[in-house]
């Protein structure tokens, strides 16, 4: 079977969601032994493509072809799975199942036993499993739960149950969305290994690095619309970046930005310490938190960033009040926030962007209007002993979301029928709603596109400008290029704590942040915010 | 007695937008171009062209998709007996005969829609009254012998309904137990008190202060029809307008999405427990009155529970939460009231009965999945 050309062709597909129209005539070719990379913005139509490939959408015009052969129909798992494999965003093992179990999900293999029963055969499902893994020198053992891994190993079980079934062709959708450095790095070792082993690898990501790190080829969606293919070496990233954008110039991003109206933040801004934690302590399965203490200032933005189980999540749930503490205290304006209460933190005036907006940012089946208002119900319908109407939550929730750029056909649509990057929107503009004097964000900014971010980072400024504090946890350091101080945390404590210079960009080095996030050139002095060190270039030269 | 007047007075208890029927008005379709998506649903289908881009639009026909099934049952019903179109028959009969369940129906869908379940309600029905009647008749009606004042008896019975909603409440909430096996043990602790107290024998000639709510008719209209009438159009109202309402939406919805978004997730479930066992109660106060007395068997020995869960579920009310409404849940009442109702003017053999009523249900479960959709009968 010597196949010449695409191992997978998409031939002007076609597919529109009511009023949407997700993707208009696009065409990828997939080629054995290469790495294509997919990109584009929020409802650029990269989910959609991804879904037409992987067999889950039928296009509505349009054909998928394996090594020129026309592909099985939409919903024929199995024959999908037999020719390509996916491996998601949000991680699709089954948690009780073994690792073994995992890699053979659904295509156990079985033996004949007396009287010609088919049963499963454990040996060689366990014994296929570590030959699997040793080949691509996967540390895992194949008798575990799932259960038990690591975000990154689930990822590996996902990869290793695409190779273990012979699949030629790999669709990766944002595979390093929940990673963190060193394990993006392993990711990618993998994925070249499997390339250089004549594999065809899709890889859909919203970090343009990662793309001119592994990708052979790169196509740009937007719109729906393939707007750019070319292979990556001949491309620079602003050129990539301005097929992502299009004609619309980033000054009109700005623009939106500076229309924000987060009307009346009011009197916080004499406060002094708006928020302050003493000595916090807490256990979380997200990573601890060892004796930490930090204040913010009124109309400051503070970042906290860390590795995944560093504690810096943790840190910023307890302080909205979503997880709570084992000891210390924090501080709202001079006032002790309850232990462990949301709803008592929002009332105090904490706004809260989650970390997993799926989890908790948004209740899919209810509408724009009504997420966007969750958190101020309480105001709306004070006139009327807690009576709201549709048409009030939708009047109070559309400033927000002009303001934010929600894309959708009403505000009455759920939620659950936006895209990522919209549904982070909402997710946020349901924060800012009751104009808080304290923001916690947590990864605001993950899996969503370069222009959305700037728009999420710019509503965050605007509420600091407003003088609201502004805490963010976060482990993309691209997130804290406005923060007015960055805390480093390495395992649960502080470990250093820079200030950003008067001097514009770039504003924190990135090299020393990332030595110091990884507990490697943590001065031990840094820790002390009066020796804070500044890291601006132009200042390190002076001092010099 | 005009045909008329008799089916104003049938849907009587439902909200009043059940008849309404038709949605707000659809955005007009979108070019041919692009055209809408196939929908899962037969009714959604059908309405695709006008209402595809209207999801308001769409969520109102999975409300009303009992309509066409109700009105088949009703020619059946015509075809099957004279007796069965008249007011006597619909109003005074059916009417008194699904209040009891009606009102426990809706405890049982405002559980459901925060993401719960209760199997105690059906006990919560039979043991409420039973202590009450218990407390008001003279010992030769099998009573205590207490002889309280049936008001007060009204109100003691209430506060068992809530006093059972705060332990399961409290159980499921603050003990993070499981919900089916906490009710579940709980349904057989409260129907052995409901028999252990009076020794199997079950009061009767209650006051008739107590039993007015079940017995007494304005006109021909029995007044447990208009009570639980008006708990429907209420609740209804309630949630679909009330910040607390909403946030049982959202609840059901996502949990920890409502309790990011600093919605009281635990005290608005708790509430949610007491007020379900608390309309258990009253059910089963309405039901006392009705047969004028309080049988061991009332509630959990009847097995209630099963139409409740029933009713609720070919009404749309979903078993993971969040989704439904008090119209589909009155709809999936009257749906069942009226199915009974057949079976007894069919005079079907008492030992057919049984077996029918369940075949019927199994029927209007796939037949609301049909026409509802995807997300309807879950």
């Known amino acids: ?544 | 007695m005009s045909s008329v007047s008799d089916r104003d007075q049938a849907t009587s208890a439902t909200p009043p937008h059940v008849g309404a029927g038709s949605p707000p008005d659809p955005a007009p379709a979108p070019p041919a171009v692009t055209g809408p998506p196939a929908p899962h649903s037969l009714a959604a289908r059908l309405l695709a062209r006008g209402a595809g881009r209207n999801p308001a639009a769409v969520s109102w026909i999975r409300q009303a998709a009992l309509l066409p099934v109700l009105v088949l049952v009703l020619i059946v019903g015509v075809s099957q007996s004279s007796v069965f179109f008249t007011v006597n028959n619909l109003v005074s009969g059916v009417g008194q005969q699904v209040s009891a369940l009606g009102v426990t129906v809706v405890g049982e869908s405002l559980i459901l829609l925060i993401g719960g379940m209760d199997l105690s309600l059906e006990a919560t029905y039979g043991l409420a009254p039973m202590v009450a009647a218990w407390l008001l008749v003279p010992t030769l009606a099998f009573g205590s012998g207490a002889r309280l004042n049936p008001y007060l008896g009204i109100l003691i019975l209430l506060a068992i309904g809530a006093a059972v909603g705060l332990a399961n409440g409290l159980m499921i909430v603050k003990a993070r137990l499981n919900g089916f096996i906490v009710t579940l043990g709980m349904t057989v602790l409260l129907a052995g008190v409901q028999n252990g107290i009076v020794h199997g024998q079950g009061p009767y000639e209650l006051p008739a202060a107590f039993s007015y709510l079940g017995s007494a008719f304005v006109g021909q209209v029995p007044v447990s029809l208009l009570v639980a009438g008006a708990i429907f159009v209420l609740t209804g109202l309630f949630l679909r307008y009330h910040r607390t309402g909403r946030s049982i939406y959202a609840i059901g919805g996502n949990p920890e999405a409502a309790r990011a978004a600093g919605i009281k997730v635990d005290r608005i479930k708790i509430g949610v427990y007491i007020a379900g066992s608390v309309l258990a109660a009253l059910g089963g106060l309405m039901e006392a009155g009705r047969v004028s007395s309080v049988t061991v068997q009332q509630g959990y020995q009847e097995g209630i529970i099963f139409t409740v869960f029933a009713a609720a579920v070919i009404g749309g009310v979903s078993l993971k939460g969040g989704r439904g409404s008090m119209i589909g849940a009155a709809s999936g009442v009257i749906l069942l009231g009226l199915v009974q109702n057949i079976i007894d003017l069919a005079q079907v053999s008492n030992y057919w009965q049984l077996a029918i009523s369940g075949a019927v249900i199994l029927f209007a479960l796939v037949l609301a999945r049909v026409v509802g959709g995807e997300a309807s009968a879950e």
Not at chain 1, 223 to 238: F, I, K, M, N
Not at chain 1, 375 to 404: M, N, S, Y
Not at chain 1, 489 to 513: I, K, M, N
Request: glycine content about 10%; charged content about 25%; some cysteine.
């Open chain 1, 1 to 544: 079977m010597t196949e010449v050309g695409a191992a997978v062709e998409a031939i002007g597909i076609h597919k529109s969601f009511g009023p949407t129209r997700a993707l208009r005539g696009v065409g990828l070719a997939l080629e054995p032994g290469r790495c294509l990379g997919l990109v584009g913005r929020n409802g650029a139509g990269k989910s959609t493509m991804v879904s037409v490939l992987s067999g889950l959408v039928q296009p509505d015009a349009g054909e998928v072809r394996f090594a020129g052969r026309p592909a099985p129909p939409a919903g024929a798992v199995h024959a999908w799975r037999e020719r390509i494999a996916t491996v998601h965003q949000h991680s699709m093992v089954v948690p009780d199942l073994t690792v073994a179990e995992n890699i053979f999900l659904g295509r156990l293999p079985q033996r004949r036993g007396p009287l010609g029963w088919r049963s499963v055969s454990w040996r060689t499902v366990n014994a296929d499993a570590r030959r699997t893994l040793d080949d691509w020198g996967l540390e895992i053992d194949p008798g575990a739960p799932c259960r038990g891994l690591t975000v990154e190993q689930r990822q590996l079980v996902e990869i290793a149950r695409a190779v273990a079934s012979g699949t030629r062709c790999l669709l990766l959708d944002e595979p390093t969305a929940a990673l963190e450095h060193d394990a993006v790095a392993r990711l990618f070792s993998r994925v070249k290994q499997l390339v250089a082993s004549g594999v065809a690898v899709l890889y859909i990501s919203h970090h343009l690095e990662e793309v001119f790190d592994i990708c052979d080829d790169v196509a740009v969606l937007r719109d729906g619309a393939l707007v750019l293919s070319a292979p990556t070496r001949e491309l620079t990233r602003d050129q990539l970046i301005g097929a992502m954008v299009g004609p619309v110039p980033t000054r009109e991003i700005d623009a939106t930005v500076s229309r924000l109206d987060l009307s009346g933040a009011g009197d916080v801004r004499d406060a002094e310490r708006l928020l302050e934690v003493r000595e916090l302590t807490a256990t979380s399965p997200r990573g601890a938190v060892r004796g930490v203490s930090l204040h913010v200032a009124a109309g400051e933005q503070v970042g906290v960033v860390g590795l995944v189980s560093s504690g810096v999540i943790t840190l910023g749930r307890v302080v909205a009040g979503a997880d709570r503490a084992d000891g210390g205290t924090v501080l709202l304006a001079g006032r002790p926030l309850p232990n462990g209460r949301r709803d008592s933190a929002l009332r105090a005036g904490v706004g809260y962007i989650p970390e997993d907006r799926r989890a908790e940012g948004f209740v899919g089946p209810l509408s724009i209007a009504e997420n966007t208002t969750m958190t101020v119900t309480d105001r709306i319908a004070r006139q009327g002993r807690g009576v709201l109407t549709p048409r009030a939550l939708e009047r109070a929730a559309a400033p927000l979301t002009t303001a934010l750029g929600v894309a959708a056909a009403s505000l009455r649509q759920p939620v659950d029928e936006l895209s990522g990057g919209n549904q982070q929107k909402v997710t946020v503009a349901r924060a800012l709603a009751r104009d808080p004097k304290l923001v916690v964000a947590i990864t605001p900014t993950r899996g969503v596109d370069v222009a959305s971010k700037e728009l999420l980072l710019g509503a965050l400024r605007a509420a600091a400008e407003r003088g609201a504090g502004v805490l963010l946890a976060t482990d993309d350091l691209d997130d804290i290029e406005h923060c007015d101080r960055v805390v480093v945390l390495v395992r649960g404590a502080v470990a250093a704590e820079y200030r950003r210079a008067q001097a514009p960009a770039p504003p924190f080095d990135r090299e020393t942040l990332i030595a110091a996030i990884e507990g490697l050139g943590a001065d031990p002095d840094a820790a002390d915010s009066d020796a804070a060190v500044s890291l601006d270039p132009h200042r390190k030269e002076s001092r010099a």
